[in-house]
């Protein structure tokens, strides 16, 4: 009789299984989105590579609308006027003066005896450096240099700009993913409970599975929402990155993919010291420095001056005040410094100590550079190797998933074994997503640091 009624009860558990098939088929399992089958974990589903909006569009975006990029482009605009008005020195100083003038002179001891003089003059002045031993070449040439040490400085803002929004574009990518991930556990979640009611219903299973199968749909839609809000959070650091106000949201071209980085870290170090903006800004000052050095050490030297005037002039006190009277001069000027008060001897100093000071700065931020290119380099190599990990990680999850649905499906596993399983499936699917995004960051911030965009 016990036996009779032991058969009796799986046929009605193989029965109930054969409808919920029928009636409820699994259509696909919540990583299938982020399954390490595919090698990738693309930027919005459904998306073709080529299509949406690009990353190299996005910077373009940064660097015609970031504030910092256009204050960085005026500055070069501003030291370029600085280099045109050290090139004034090769060219005349013209002045046209206007003048009156009234005086009065007193004669002996009587008051009485005081006249006023009136004098009117107009002439036109012309002044001009003949020669001055190059100081005005080395002026000119140090104002040049100057203005590298700009175009440099600008370059250092964008890469540092061009990395921000990298960095926010994989952001985006990453919240995306996460955004799937967390639909596809409220769908499978959703399916969990809709089977479980149904074994409840036919008697098989506790009235505490169903309350578990709820609990845990409950939580995968707190998680969802969260993620929800993590794609506007990162949508909104997207268009800060970018130095916009509005931007309109559409998918992403670009896919979370490991891609190979073929590069030694002496390589990368070598590429680095020759292309860093800031390094070559270090030198562009150093040649600046040197040139006022040169022009302070010629302060010492005369300085060959020109000047003219051509003009009328009328004076009361020899003849009638008009009409006016022409009146020219021209004078040849060799001014010689003797002696003032050793100031040029410390300006001279001032210059070398500067240069001095610079010197060890570009050595302080060639150590930076390297030191930044090698932890680049590592952070890539260990995230690569995260990325493997995490990819095995995945399809174990994915595996054991599986086992444990069919487990319980058969009465043969409780839900908690399910439940555990479906958590290690997503925090799985997690993992690889942040370390897919970390290898990019990785990849983002060692060209940063070799200084390329």
């Given at each position: ?21 029928f009636l ?10 982020l ?26 975006t ?8 256009k204050?960085?482009q ?10 045109h ?7 005349p ?27 009117v003059?107009?002439a ?10 190059g ?30 929004v ?10 995306n ?25 036919v ?8 309350t ?16 929800r ?27 979370l ?11 990368a170090?070598?590429a680095?010291f ?15 420095q ?5 022009v ?9 001056l ?12 020899a ?9 020219w ?10 002696f ?38 590592l ?16 399809k ?31 925090t ?6 942040n370390?897919?995004?970390?290898y ?7 060209l ?5 965009r």
């Amino acid at each position: 009789m016990k036996e009779f009624k032991k058969d009796g009860l799986r046929l009605q558990v193989l029965y109930f299984l054969a409808v919920t098939w029928f009636l409820f088929p699994v259509t696909g399992q919540s990583a299938d989105v982020l399954a390490p089958a595919q090698g990738t974990v693309t930027a919005s589903a459904g998306m073709q590579q080529g299509t949406g909006l690009t990353l190299d569009e996005v910077v373009r975006t940064a660097l015609e609308n970031h504030s910092s990029v256009k204050s960085a482009q005026f500055q070069i605009k501003a030291q370029d006027a600085v280099v045109h008005q050290q090139m004034a020195a090769y060219y005349p100083t013209v002045n046209f003066n206007n003048s009156y003038r009234t005086s009065n002179t007193v004669s002996g001891t009587s008051a009485t005896a005081s006249r006023a003089f009136d004098s009117v003059s107009s002439a036109t002045n012309v002044t001009m450096t003949l020669y001055n031993f190059g100081k005005r070449e080395g002026l000119v040439q140090s104002a040049r240099d100057t203005l590298d040490a700009t175009q440099y400085a600008y370059n250092t803002t964008a890469n540092n700009i061009v990395l921000a929004v990298k960095q926010a574009y994989y952001g985006v990518l990453q919240a995306n993913a996460l955004l799937r991930v967390n639909e596809e556990t409220v769908r499978d979640r959703e399916e969990t409970l809709r089977q479980t009611q149904g074994f409840y219903d036919v008697g098989t299973k506790p009235r505490s599975d169903v309350t578990q199968a709820q609990a845990n749909l409950y939580l995968a839609q707190a998680n969802l929402i969260l993620a929800r809000n993590g794609v506007d959070v990162a949508w909104a650091s997207l268009r800060n990155a970018m130095g916009v106000d509005e931007y309109p949201r559409q998918p992403l071209a670009e896919e979370l993919a490991v891609t190979p980085f073929s590069m030694s870290l002496d390589e990368a170090k070598q590429a680095a010291f020759g292309a860093r903006p800031e390094l070559l800004q270090f030198d562009a000052q150093l040649k600046a420095q040197d040139q006022l050095i040169a022009v302070t050490r010629r302060n010492h030297l005369p300085d060959f001056l020109f000047t003219s005037s051509y003009g009328r002039q009328g004076n009361d006190a020899a003849a009638n005040l008009f009409p006016l009277q022409p009146s020219w001069q021209v004078q040849l000027s060799l001014n010689i410094p003797i002696f003032n008060g050793f100031q040029t001897t410390y300006q001279v100093q001032q210059a070398l100590f500067n240069y001095y000071s610079i010197k060890e700065q570009e050595r302080v931020e060639r150590q930076q550079v390297a030191l930044q290119v090698e932890q680049s380099f590592l952070n890539l190599n260990a995230t690569r190797e995260a990325v493997k990990a995490n990819e095995a990680a995945v399809k174990a999850a994915k595996e054991n998933l599986e086992l444990h649905e069919g487990r319980y499906q058969v009465g043969y596993a409780p839900i908690v074994e399910v439940t555990d399983a479906q958590t290690t499936y997503t925090t799985a699917q997690t993992n690889y997503v942040n370390a897919l995004v970390a290898y990019k960051v990785a990849i983002a911030q060692l060209l940063n640091a070799m200084g390329r965009r």
